[in-house]
DNA sequence: TAGATTGTTAATCGATTAACAATC
DNA sequence: TAGATTGTTAATCGATTAACAATC
């Protein structure tokens, strides 16, 4: 199927291509395309050609059809409900970042141990205590969360909203979680990455990443 | 020189060996440090073998000698200085989460619009109004940044910063930053991630990422 | 010794890049 | 038409994995 990095430049394609409509802009080159995830034009066109979208040799490709083929293959047609765990600095920072951002993306439910929290609304969403994860996941078909606690409690965490359904973690503990096959884990690992960039900001290396 | 892969995983074994040696365990075997980037044995020897560090059959690896060695090539001797750009929610995460972790990664700087944040110590950093951040990253001789603003703003930041003579960027705002080819830019796109960990979610993948 | 692990090379795998006829 | 871009295949590149003699 579609490798990581396609999915991760078509997210990107499509940012680009909403703006680009905004702007009523009808058609698109590959290499405007190919800005935004600092890659080549060829690259762009084989990415299209995987998901069967062509365009022409004289206009590019067609903005908003383009978008759409986007959304079929990266939005679930129903969305995807969110369970967010932790709501300390970064918690709040994803609540407020995802309010309202992604329609197909909701945050439904937030969690978090600290008393005075929870039963707030953040956002619109809930704060409910963390020992009602596993049930309150369970019962709103949670299939997507974040994790943004302590690392020591991360796999914790884990291990009960994998207990309620849930398929899809993206992880900000520094904690190698583990978890069953048939859930996929994206960890975020802000630490690891500040060293990456702290060592080729030295070594005077010119690539650049993109995660 | 060394892949952005290698540094990656030499950050996180870094990790587990301190854990590791605060247990008073001697020797560490590569198999259990493959654990921690999700990898296998066979890549961790060769991790080691590309920074020329060697084990024995008997024992394995040394942990503090290793340590040592992952230190000499990841840290600056000196230490090297970050600016951070942004105090919102996810600034004051960053901070928050690196304050007295990593003795040679300080952030010494923070920088923000809003005045009823400037002039004000944040665990220990103090917030310089926006306009200053090319004076003060030069004075301070800042070589890295961390960029939390909104992505609007993010381009001009980083012209402040590069000027200043900032090398590495760790970019949390979600666009594209053109820089000079001398610096390195590492980008952490969370709706990104989370669109694709929602694709992966439901296409049943078993990949996981390190990011 | 027997057995597990190491250092290191060769084979495999997958993604990116180059190339080019077909198209508008 | 002339020129730029497309779809698609082949070549290149780099990283991971497999293999195995040497070592403790």
New interface residues.
């Given amino acids: ?1 579609l490798s ?1 990095h396609t ?2 430049r078509l ?2 394609y499509r ?1 680009l291509l909403t703006k680009l409509q905004q702007q009523n802009q009808l058609y698109v080159y590959s290499h405007e395309l190919a ?4 890659g080549t034009a060829a690259q762009v066109r084989r990415d299209l050609m995987l998901m069967s979208f062509t365009g022409s040799p004289a206009k590019g490709y067609h903005v908003s059809d383009l978008i759409e083929s986007i959304d079929r ?4 047609p129903d969305g ?1 409900k ?1 369970a967010l765990v932790g709501l ?3 918690g ?3 609540i ?3 309010h309202g ?2 329609p ?2 909701t945050i439904v439910a937030a969690f978090d141990t600290d008393t005075s929290k929870v039963n707030r609304l953040f956002y619109g969403c809930r704060c409910y205590p963390a020992d009602q994860l596993q049930s309150v996941a369970e019962e709103q078909h949670i ?2 969360a ?1 994790i943004a606690v302590p690392a020591e409690e991360a796999q914790h965490v884990a291990d009960a909203l994998i207990a309620a359904g ?5 992880n900000f503990a ?1 904690v ?1 979680l583990r ?1 069953p ?31």
Same sequence: chains 1, 2.
């Fill in positions: 199927m990581e999915i991760e997210s990107l940012r800005a935004i995830s600092h293959l990266l939005d679930a995807q969110i300390g600095n970064l709040r920072a994803i407020a970042y995802f951002r992604r197909k993306l299939n997507l974040v849930v398929m899809g973690i993206l520094p190698p978890v096959q048939h859930v996929y884990v994206q960890d975020i690992d802000v630490t690891m990455l500040l060293e990456k960039t702290a060592y080729f900001a030295r070594s005077g290396d010119q690539r650049r990443s993109k995660s």
